[in-house]
RNA sequence: GGGCGAUUGGCUCAGUCGGUUAGAGCGCACGGUUCACAUCCGUGAGGUCACUGGUUCGAAUCCAGUAUCGCCCACCA
């Protein structure tokens, strides 16, 4: 009784095809672990980066998804007890700048809405589009365990946070002061040292004179100091003018005073080493709010610091006149004033660095406030130490230099936020200044000084730096600070995939606060991925046009081809580039296992017979060639080698399963002489090894694999035995069948000789030619005589003639091939004409070296023996390969 | 200013511990309607491995320097 029959289509509908995969998978909850760990198994654990849950899939978050989940997938084949739990992030400052773009649509603000009513509005805004991100994972294959989603503002993030934070205040690595910090004037809040992002710009520095005081306390039109400085409005709020202490121009000065233009106000001309003598005019003005240098500097002198600027970049009340004015508008205005005073000496062009915001690209300007800092410094000692200690390996390994060099020069960190899309700062203050700081989702009782009731304390208003809950993710998503089961079975982690743009913002950061928390290293492996980049290597921008879209890459050509294209030819942590051609690649190996399994299907013997012949060469070459692929994927899946992996299994699918294998059974299915049993032993093998190249492809290209499968599994279902191919096993290792693999090579070589003798006599393609051959020995005979078929067939040659070794075959003129003759040893060498002169000159050219070689003393002496035996076995080989050529 | 990386055929990239004649895909040339696939098949051309020097029996690979490109970090007004 025969199966019924799953014919596949023509063409590989992917889009028809994937999302119906898709949901047989969740069907079958097949991404869930179970609920209790296997015995015996190891643990992998991914947690996935979580995506802002207001970005829409671009590329970079394709690419992170199919590297993780081809590691998944893989280990889940394997057997481990498999874990990616997926998430979303909050990104309280990104989240804010859509929402305020969308709620100024309807002429609404974040002022007019009010704190409550904004969140409210936020909230909204999350049930909307939280999902959005999820679906398009979906689409790509993600194999993720949805029952563990994670949202970093789940009540589960909540908790971690204000535990994290509690521990932390408790060590004394928390402070709260009033410090230079970087403010967005936009955004309207405090940027980590990470949000400030330096651009090289052409700016202006001016130099402008402050006139000396006069002993009347007036200022002297004919004496001054020259300052110079690229921010002229912030003249304001200056304190005092500073030169270097041996500087012969302005020793005598220092004491005295000038006068401030504009305000009239009197700054103290003051000597610090800090001062570059060679920089600018050498004196420089102090403007110790709006300058981190000049505010170490007050400090050091006892300065005043005088802020001039509201939270919008604004000049307030300290600036007199002045006071409304954007900072653009009263420099120009100040600039205007000095030039009618004649006291703006210079304008020149001046190559400078200036922050930006992260988000809104916004200058940053420096701001004095108080703020909520982590001294981080303890932290990172830790965790670096895990890094230079091996506990902790990062992909590729030089990131170990750039991480070593953050953690040894990290700066506080700047946790606050003055925004109202995040986790709210868990300290409440008192009105007699204390701070009390607590892990409960209330209110403390009193006040943790002076006992002062709840009902006195105030809650702080700002919130956590977003990148202080992603810190916790690794463990936060599994239940810390409860000893959950799943702590117990997934943590620490095993691998955090991701790109190398965020090793400080995020990496380091789950390092750091994963220590402190946990006392262990949050992961094993920290594999960075590069950026991708478009054509040229140019970054990819909407603006541009030259992103590649990666949804829409999914509508044309599926999936998996974009899977494909995007881990082809990858290593970890550099740059790609992603073309067009790449992506066709991609496609066309989907097209090339659709068709193959099309074939493989669709040839199978009416009746199997339930015993099946000896397998013949090809099946036991496939077999071999399998195996040596699966070896080497394994590796270098292991070993995280994405791009090796890519390369293994579409080398042995297209070259040796397809290309080769797949002719060669063609032969054996087809031949008159093939018995039933052997056209069985055949297709098991075609079927089989498609079996074994489904599996080794799954972790790549899960989609197309499982469709084959479950037709296959229609087909043979003692084949391919597992209901779902995402739920096999994965290969297990076998031996390599040497002996097939050196018939075939004789084989192929002659084919391949063949096939060249056949293109340089200008053979029609499609013509049948005699072939003369003169085996080197009787060994060599039987294997032409034993593959005589695939001879036939793959070189399209017939008759076949063999001659005895040593007789010169006197067909000279056999046909087209003109002189043919060929000869075939261990390495079979076809000849024709010049061609078989270019090889003996070769041939003679490669023994020589040898030999010269062999006959340096200091090569026999000095290199390994395994080294030099290898040099004799192929002088060996290329003499005896020579000796068939003979000499004319 | 400091640090990191890259440089391999026209293009995009592999290249294990230093060890035969440096590989692949695309592109190119030539030939193909063989009943899985023209999203395909066969054949071929194309590389002094950026440059200079060094270590070594042996260097694309290790070391030093140079050049070009890229990235990261950084409070010089």
Not at 109 to 128: H, I, K, P, T
Request: proline share 6%.
């Amino acid at each position: 009784m025969t199966t019924a029959r799953r014919e596949l289509p023509p063409r590989y509908d992917a889009a028809a095809v994937e999302p119906a995969v898709y949901a047989r998978w969740e069907e079958a909850d097949a991404f869930r672990p179970p609920a209790e760990a296997p015995a015996g198994t190891e643990s992998f654990v991914v947690i996935q980066p979580p995506p802002n849950v207001t970005g829409a899939l671009h590329i970079g978050h394709a690419l992170t998804a199919t590297v993780e989940d081809t590691f998944i997938r893989y280990h889940r084949m394997r057997g481990d007890d498999t874990l990616w739990l997926p998430g979303v992030d909050h990104a309280s400052i990104g989240a804010q700048f859509v929402l305020d773009k969308i709620i100024a649509t309807d002429g609404e603000s974040r002022a007019s809405l009010g704190r409550e009513r904004y969140l409210e509005r936020m909230w909204q805004f999350m049930d909307e589009t939280r999902h959005i991100i999820g679906e398009q994972h979906r689409r790509l294959g993600a194999s993720v365990d949805w029952s563990r989603e994670r949202f970093t503002m789940d009540e589960s993030s909540a908790r971690g946070v204000r535990v994290a934070f509690k521990r932390l205040w408790d060590a004394g690595l928390v402070y709260r002061g009033k410090a230079l910090v970087n403010w967005c004037p936009r955004c309207l809040t405090t940027l980590s040292d990470l949000e400030n992002v330096h651009r090289d710009e052409i700016g202006t520095i001016w130099t402008m004179r402050y006139h000396l005081e006069r002993p009347d306390g007036t200022p002297d039109p004919d004496a001054w100091i020259s300052v110079a400085t690229t921010r002229p409005e912030t003249l304001l709020g200056d304190t005092a003018v500073a030169v270097h202490p041996d500087d012969d121009r302005y020793r005598a000065l220092i004491g005295r005073h000038a006068i401030l233009p504009v305000l009239g106000r009197r700054l103290p001309i003051i000597g610090d080493e800090s001062v570059d003598r060679a920089f600018g005019t050498g004196a420089v003005k102090i403007t110790p709010a709006h300058d981190p240098n000049d505010y170490e500097l007050a400090k050091r002198h006892g300065l005043e610091a005088i802020n001039v600027l509201d939270e919008g970049a604004r000049v307030n009340a300290a600036g007199g006149e002045f006071v409304g004015r954007d900072r653009q508008d009263a420099r120009e205005s100040i600039l205007d004033r000095l030039r009618g005073m004649e006291d703006l000496e210079a304008e020149r062009p001046h190559q400078m660095v200036v922050g930006h915001c992260e988000r809104c690209a916004t200058v940053v300007e420096p701001r004095l406030s108080v703020q909520w800092f982590i001294n981080v410094k303890p932290l990172a000692d830790r965790a670096l130490a895990s890094v230079r200690e091996g506990r902790t390996k990062i992909m590729p390994a030089h990131f170990e230099k750039v991480y070593a060099h953050w953690m040894e020069n990290i700066h506080d960190w700047a946790v606050g936020r003055q925004l109202w899309w995040g986790h709210r700062i868990p300290a409440w203050f008192c009105p007699d200044g204390h701070v009390t700081v607590t892990d409960a989702a209330d209110a403390p009782d009193a006040c943790a000084d002076c006992g002062r009731p709840a009902s006195d304390l105030t809650q702080e208003t700002d919130i956590f730096d977003t990148w202080f809950s992603s810190a916790l993710w690794p463990f936060s998503t599994l239940g810390w600070p409860d000893a959950t089961s799943d702590m117990a079975r997934f943590y620490p982690t095993s691998v955090m995939e991701t790109g190398y743009d965020i090793l400080f913002f995020w990496v380091a950061r789950m390092m750091m606060l994963g220590l402190f928390c946990t006392d262990v290293e949050p992961f094993h492996t920290v594999y960075l991925h590069g950026m991708i980049r478009a054509e040229g290597g140019v970054k990819m921008s909407k603006t541009k046009g030259n992103s590649v879209d990666p949804l829409g890459m999914v509508d044309e050509i599926g999936a998996d081809a974009l899977r494909f294209a995007l881990v082809s030819g990858m290593a970890p942590g550099s740059d790609q580039r992603l073309t067009q051609a790449k992506l066709d690649g991609g496609r066309n190996f989907t097209n090339k296992l659709w068709n193959a399994a099309r074939f493989v299907l669709a040839n199978r013997p009416g009746d199997r017979p339930s015993d099946t012949a000896e397998p013949t060469l090809a099946a036991r070459w496939i077999g071999s060639r399998l195996a040596d692929a699966t070896k080497r994927a394994t590796r270098q899946l292991d070993a995280l080698d994405l791009g090796g992996y890519a390369a293994t299994v579409y080398e042995v699918a297209w070259s040796d399963y397809c290309d080769w294998f797949l002719e060669m059974a063609k032969v054996d299915l087809r031949r008159d002489d093939a018995t039933d049993a052997e056209r069985a032993a055949t297709w098991v093998a075609a079927a089989g090894g498609l079996a074994t190249l489904l599996r080794l492809l799954h972790p790549l290209m899960p989609f197309v694999t499982e469709e084959i499968w479950q037709a296959l599994r229609a087909e043979a279902p003692e084949i391919a035995a597992e209901p779902l191919l995402i739920r096999a096993a994965w290969p297990a290792a076998t031996t390599r069948d040497r002996p097939a693999e050196a018939a075939f090579d004789d084989l192929s070589t002659l084919i391949r000789g063949i096939r060249n003798l056949r293109t340089e006599a200008g053979t029609p393609a499609g013509a049948r030619v005699s072939l003369v051959v003169e085996p080197t020995d009787a060994e060599s005979a039987a294997a032409i005589e034993h593959g005589a078929a695939y001879l036939e067939s793959l070189a399209r040659v017939r008759p076949i003639e063999i001659h005895s070794a040593g007789e010169r075959p006197t067909l000279v003129a056999a046909g087209p091939l003109g002189a043919a003759w060929l000869a075939v040893g261990g390495a079979a060498t076809p000849e024709v004409g010049k061609r078989r002169q270019a090889q003996r000159a070769e041939l003679d050219r490669n023994i020589e070296r040898i030999r010269a070689l062999l006959a340096n003393a200091a090569f026999t002496a000095k290199a390994p023996s395994a080294v030099v035996e290898r040099e004799r076995e192929r002088l060996a080989d290329l003499e005896q390969e020579r000796g068939q050529l003979g000499a004319d």
